[in-house]
């Protein structure tokens, strides 16, 4: 593949979720940072040309902008052959796996993250989210008794994106010990080769 350009944000699991797989399948792209505190309608030129909904992540290839995270992991999969389902089955459960994140992961823990940290909520907000985050763990710790990755024996997208902001449980005050066999499975994740934590990838570069 020639250069690939990824726009993202410190604070985006879902940009990061593009970013992981970029460096953990060896893809040479350009990183640029965006800072989501502006209006929409002062960041970057060409920024707002390529974003369909002035949301992170973007990626460029080829003159083609691609948004929304787990339609590009998808992409990326499909065109590299790489994290992807080895039968039609485990494709299958890929995709099922990237729609329960866009729903419950990906819905709970960012906006628990923010509403603590960035975007102050009332605590009945703050219980809903917890609650909700505790459940999503709940599901994931379960699954994932006895099994090394969500879809078959080897890393897929699917562990790529329920994983994102997970490595950011922390920020919610949840230790990962607490879930034993998902700290296994993070651990799996963080010892691929190239791996690297969303705090050194993610930020605006010096």
Request: net charge neutral.
């Amino acid at each position: 593949m020639s250069m690939i350009k990824l726009y993202g944000n410190t604070d985006s699991g879902h940009a990061y979720k593009v970013r992981n797989f970029l460096l953990l399948g060896g893809l040479p792209h350009d990183y640029c940072w965006i800072d989501l505190s502006l209006p929409r309608n002062q960041r970057p030129a060409e920024f707002i040309q390529a974003s369909q909904f002035g949301e992170v992540p973007v990626m460029v290839y080829q003159g083609q902008a691609y948004c929304q995270s787990n339609a590009i992991l998808i992409y990326l999969s499909q065109k590299t052959r790489r994290f992807s389902g080895k039968t039609p089955q485990e494709s299958q459960q890929i995709l099922e796996w990237l729609s329960w994140e866009s729903n419950r992961i990906g819905f709970s823990l960012p906006n628990l993250r923010s509403s603590l940290h960035f975007d102050k909520q009332p605590p009945i907000v703050l219980n809903y989210l917890s609650e909700r985050m505790g459940s999503d763990l709940m599901c994931l710790e379960k699954f994932l008794a006895g099994r090394d990755y969500l879809v078959g024996n080897q890393l897929t997208i699917a562990d790529i994106s329920c994983s994102a902001y997970l490595f950011w449980l922390d920020h919610v005050g949840i230790h990962e010990h607490h879930y034993p066999h998902i700290q296994a499975w993070l651990d799996r994740m963080r010892a691929h080769p190239n791996w690297l934590h969303p705090d050194k990838v993610m930020v605006k570069a010096s």
